[in-house]
């Protein structure tokens, strides 16, 4: 199913405007119209266009003077002239400015559509090929393990159907990887991929990062704005803490779960959305829904296939394997000679609890690189930078740890995070760095945790 595009049509001629716009508007897509190239210059700071269909010949500035305006200014939206008054020589310099087509008037509709559908495959494919390149290396499942090969075949099983899937885990396990293999191995894969961080967005803005604005809706709202639900239109919409989700929001959400439309703030009109839509949490949804703080509506939507990741301690047999990649994938970005993990750095590795999973791994590997003199990565060098013995849980009078998982891990991860706090001398950007955690999780953590920062700087 093509992905509908917004539209902006340029041209003098009022019925010439109402009859493509009235075309586009048939064939699924979103037209604004503007009589000069002036006004077309105004529109395109303001707002985002898929595609731009110019007249040239017009009052005041050209659609060729347009064209050379936003080649100047470095607007990349792909342009297609139209003219009346068409020669070769208009042509030719149309194509050396970057004009994506140059069409003669009068329009055959079939025609018309026919390149715009064929212009906006293109720019499609660019953007993926732009997104490729930048995540090359850097978006992919690594590890053959008992557990990574389990979690590949679920992969595998649900990524076919349009089963709603939450993926499950800690912070740091891969959860946004998870979603974009489920995409990239789904009918959907040619449509896009697009995220939405539920924890990141401030509780007023987040309807409309979801569902879009109309210009004027709020204080602010300069520009019409698309949502993310329209942004991911045929494809998928992946929705990474959605148990943050303010309450009032997750009623909204339910709503387009259950009818498959969208209202932007500000807008009089539904519009129909066909999204799959992928949510991950590393909270317990369950909990949530027992204490009132996540619908049990909307849990039941989005809970039908759980996908839960195994934190990194849990992957013992992975560390060589996602070690050397991300060795790899360092060198590779800053142009460095790659170095290799000897086998007693990796007996080493397994050892530290990794409460920031495979992103911290990924920062310790990086570190260790900028750290290590010689071309073998070692224990000596893994023991100076990992507090391995330091961060054990507290074990009882007779030397066995007590207590149940839950409160060891918590212990665990508190004199982890401790001893981080310590070593980077209260620099919490810093810490958040080393664990793989956001700033903003690092202070939560903390409350969680009970570490009382303001206390821990009083000297004793």
């Not at 069409?103 to 499609?124: F, G, I, Y």
């Not at 387009?256 to 969208?262: C, F």
């Not at 999973?357 to 224990?379: F, G, H, Y």
Request: proline share 4%; glycine share 6%.
């Amino acid at each position: 199913m093509p992905r509908k595009a917004h539209l902006l049509l340029v041209d003098d001629d009022p019925n010439t405007l109402a009859s493509l716009s009235r075309a586009f508007r048939l064939a699924g897509h979103e037209a604004t119209v503007c009589d000069n190239a002036a006004r077309a210059a105004e529109l395109l700071r303001s707002e985002s266009f898929d595609l731009i269909l110019s007249d040239v010949v017009m009052p005041g500035r050209s659609g060729l003077e347009l064209l050379e305006d936003l080649k100047k200014t470095g607007v990349k939206t792909p342009i297609i002239l139209i003219s009346g008054q068409a020669n070769i020589e208009m042509a030719v310099k149309a194509t050396k400015l970057g004009a994506l087509d140059f069409l003669e008037k009068p329009l055959s509709t079939d025609k018309l559509l026919l390149t715009v559908e064929n212009a906006l495959r293109l720019s499609r494919l660019e953007d993926e090929n732009r997104e490729l390149r930048h995540r090359l290396g850097k978006h992919e499942l690594v590890g053959s393990g008992s557990a990574m090969k389990k979690l590949v075949a679920q992969i595998e099983r649900v990524a076919a159907s349009e089963t709603r899937v939450c993926i499950l885990g800690e912070t740091g396990t891969g959860k946004e990887l998870v979603a974009r293999a489920i995409h990239e191995k789904s009918p959907r894969r040619e449509q896009p991929f697009v995220t939405l961080n539920c924890a990141a967005v401030p509780a007023e803005l987040i309807e409309s990062e979801l569902f879009g604005h109309e210009k004027g809706a709020f204080t602010g709202a300069a520009a019409k704005h698309v949502g993310k639900f329209e942004q991911a239109e045929g494809g998928t919409l992946f929705l990474d803490e959605i148990g943050d989700m303010p309450v009032a929001m997750q009623a909204k959400l339910l709503r387009v779960l259950e009818e498959g439309e969208v209202e932007r703030v500000g807008g009089d009109k539904p519009i129909k959305v066909n999204v799959r839509v992928v949510v991950a949490t590393h909270r317990n949804l369950e909990e949530l829904v027992k204490q009132n703080a996540f619908r049990r509506d909307l849990f039941h939507r989005v809970f039908v296939f759980p996908l839960t990741l195994p934190p990194l301690r849990e992957r013992p047999e992975d560390f060589a394997e996602l070690a050397a990649h991300f060795a790899g994938q360092v060198a590779a970005q800053n142009g460095w000679k790659e170095k290799i993990f000897a086998a007693d750095a990796i007996v080493e590795l397994r050892k530290y609890g990794w409460p920031g999973n495979v992103r911290e791994l990924r920062n310790v590997v990086e570190r260790l690189i900028l750290l290590s003199a010689d071309e073998n990565i070692t224990a000596a060098d893994v023991r100076l930078i990992l507090p391995t013995s330091e961060s054990a849980p507290t074990a009882s009078a007779g030397g066995a740890v007590t207590g149940t998982l839950a409160e060891r891990t918590e212990a665990f991860e508190r004199e982890v995070m401790l001893s981080e706090i310590r070593r980077h001398n209260f620099h919490m950007t810093n810490v958040a760095r080393a664990l793989g955690l956001e700033r903003s999780h690092l202070y939560k953590k903390c409350q969680q945790l009970g570490i009382d920062l303001q206390s821990l700087r009083k000297p004793e």
